[in-house]
C-alpha cells in the first residue's frame, strides 16, 4: 500500500525566501505525481503535474522534482509571498490517487 | 465556463436522515472521484468511476452510494449507516485514472 509523507507539517517564512516542501513515498510504481495548493475551506488547485518519466516540471515561481529511486519530490517556491499562504499537497497516482497530510505555508509580510 | 460544481456549499442535517451531494462537469472527463477531509488528515477515497454506468468502491466506502447515469454527473449520498459523516466532502474528475485530477470547491457537510 502506498504511504505518502510530507515535511514540515507547518512552516512559517518571511516574505522573499525561497523554499522547499518535501513529499515522501513507499511505492515508485506510479503513473504521475502532483502538487495542489488548497486555501481553507476551498477545493484543491492543481499547480504541477509529473509524469512518471520525468524529473521535473516548472510553472512560474514553482519548481517541482520526482526522484522514483528515493521515493521522493520536492516542491520549490521561489521568493515566497503572503499570497503563497495555504496548505500544500502532494499526491501520487498509482492504482489509485494516494494524498499526504500537507504542508501548511505561513509567509509572513 | 468549463469545471467542476459542487451543491450545495453547506449541508445541515439531522441524525438519521439521508442527504445527496452533487457533482457536476463540463470537462468531458471520463473518469470521476469522491474524497472525504477531515481536519488534520488527507484526503480519502469514497467511491470512483472510470465510465458511465460503472464505479468502484475507494477506502471508506461504507455508509456512502454513488450513482454514475450520466457523465456529467456522479452524486454521493451520505447514509444514515455512516457513523461519522461530519466532513469536508470534495469532487474530482480526470480523463483517466493516468492523467491530472481537477477538484471541485467542497461541499461542508454537519450532522447536527
Known amino acids: 500500500k502506498q504511504e505518502v509523507t510530507q515535511i514540515p507539517a507547518a512552516l512559517s517564512v518571511p516574505e522573499g525566501e525561497n523554499l522547499v516542501l518535501n513529499c515522501s513515498f513507499t511505492?515508485?510504481?506510479?503513473?504521475?505525481l502532483q502538487w495542489f495548493r488548497q486555501d481553507p475551506g476551498k477545493g484543491l488547485t492543481s499547480l504541477l503535474l509529473?509524469?512518471?518519466?520525468?524529473r521535473e516540471q516548472t510553472s512560474g515561481r514553482l519548481n517541482a522534482s520526482l526522484d522514483k529511486s528515493s521515493g521522493r519530490s520536492t516542491l520549490y517556491i521561489a521568493a515566497s509571498q503572503p499570497g503563497d499562504s495555504a496548505t500544500y499537497l502532494c499526491a501520487l497516482s498509482g492504482s489509485r490517487l494516494t494524498f499526504g497530510e500537507g504542508t501548511q505555508l505561513t509567509v509572513n509580510p | 465556463d468549463g469545471g467542476i460544481t459542487q451543491s450545495p456549499k453547506y449541508l445541515f442535517r439531522k441524525e438519521g436522515q439521508n442527504v445527496t451531494l452533487s457533482c457536476e462537469q463540463n470537462l468531458n472527463h471520463d473518469a470521476m472521484y469522491w474524497y472525504r477531509q477531515d481536519p488534520g488528515q488527507g484526503l480519502r477515497l469514497i467511491y470512483y468511476?472510470?465510465?458511465?454506468?460503472?464505479?468502484q468502491k475507494g477506502d471508506i466506502a461504507e455508509g456512502y452510494s454513488v450513482s454514475r447515469e450520466k457523465k456529467e454527473s456522479f452524486p454521493l449520498t451520505v447514509t444514515s449507516a455512516q457513523k461519522n459523516p461530519t466532513a469536508f466532502y470534495l469532487c474530482a474528475t480526470s480523463g483517466t485514472q493516468k492523467d491530472e485530477q481537477f477538484f471541485g470547491p467542497g461541499t461542508r457537510l454537519t450532522v447536527l
Open positions: 509529473i509524469q512518471s518519466s520525468q
Open positions: 511505492d515508485s510504481a506510479i503513473y504521475n
Open positions: 468511476s472510470q465510465i458511465v454506468n460503472d464505479f
